[in-house]
T-cell receptor
Framework: RKEVEQDPGPFNVPEGATVAFNCTYSNSASQSFFWYRQDCRKEPKLLMSVYSSGNEDGRFTAQLNRASQYISLLIRDSKLSDSATYLCVVNFLLSGGYNKLIFGAGTRLAVHP | EAGVAQSPRYKIIEKRQSVAFWCNPISGHATLYWYQQILGQGPKLLIQFQNNGVVDDSQLPKDRFSAERLKGVDSTLKIQPAKLEDSAVYLC???????????????FGPGTRLTVL
């Protein structure tokens, strides 16, 4: 079983649509969680952190369910510029106090006019 | 603030040849990471440095891959000899925070796209 699993998509949605991505992780000792965005042929960039209480940043809402080991990202009012791959990322604490990020394979989103 | 720099941006080699990639992290960032991203997959951590010491290299194929960060700043990743399955983007990242529980924002460089023929 992969440590971080995502639906690869692609999700093809019209502008203005609401779209949700899901992610599950296998290690219950995971410390913290993130969504990264990766544009085609570009490097990943941090989109937002994910907290147990849920958090919102403009049109983006992230949720974490530790009991189910499940993370979600909701995008409202999709824009053409939201087209990208969204990477679910889980942070493990290594011995010695260092952090290690485990990336999912990503979910592709294509927003069309 | 300058970002993470990597070179070269593209490299094409034949199998069994050697190749080296260079990374210059963001100034002041103690932690440096090398990732391999195969097409259609997420980045996979190869090696993590804290200053010039290795923190984690559990997924580095040590029979052919090596990396160093001699002065705790720049780093090089080498593949010798290369195989077809090494074709991927090699991403370098750095972070300021270390030895901390919780968040550890990593900033990625543009990557080196390697094609092995």
């Amino acid at each position: 079983r992969k440590e971080v699993e995502q639906d690869p998509g692609p999700f093809n949605v019209p502008e203005g649509a609401t779209v949700a991505f899901n992610c599950t992780y296998s290690n219950s000792a995971s410390q913290s969680f993130f969504w990264y965005r990766q544009d085609c042929r570009k490097e990943p960039k941090l989109l937002m952190s994910v907290y147990s209480s849920g958090n919102e940043d403009g049109r983006f809402t992230a949720q974490l369910n530790r009991a189910s080991q499940y993370i979600s990202l909701l995008i409202r009012d999709s824009k053409l510029s939201d087209s990208a791959t969204y990477l679910c990322v889980v942070n493990f604490l290594l011995s010695g106090g260092y952090n290690k990020l485990i990336f999912g394979a990503g979910t592709r989103l294509a927003v069309h006019p | 603030e300058a970002g993470v720099a990597q070179s070269p941006r593209y490299k094409i080699i034949e199998k069994r040849q050697s190749v080296a990639f260079w990374c210059n992290p963001i100034s002041g960032h103690a932690t440096l990471y090398w990732y391999q991203q195969i097409l259609g997959q997420g980045p996979k951590l190869l090696i993590q440095f804290q200053n010039n010491g290795v923190v984690d290299d559990s997924q580095l194929p040590k029979d052919r891959f090596s990396a160093e960060r001699l002065k705790g700043v720049d780093s090089t990743l080498k593949i010798q000899p290369a195989k077809l399955e090494d074709s991927a983007v090699y991403l370098c990242a750095s972070s300021l925070i270390h030895r901390q529980r919780g968040t550890d924002t990593q900033y990625f460089g543009p990557g080196t796209r390697l094609t092995v023929l």
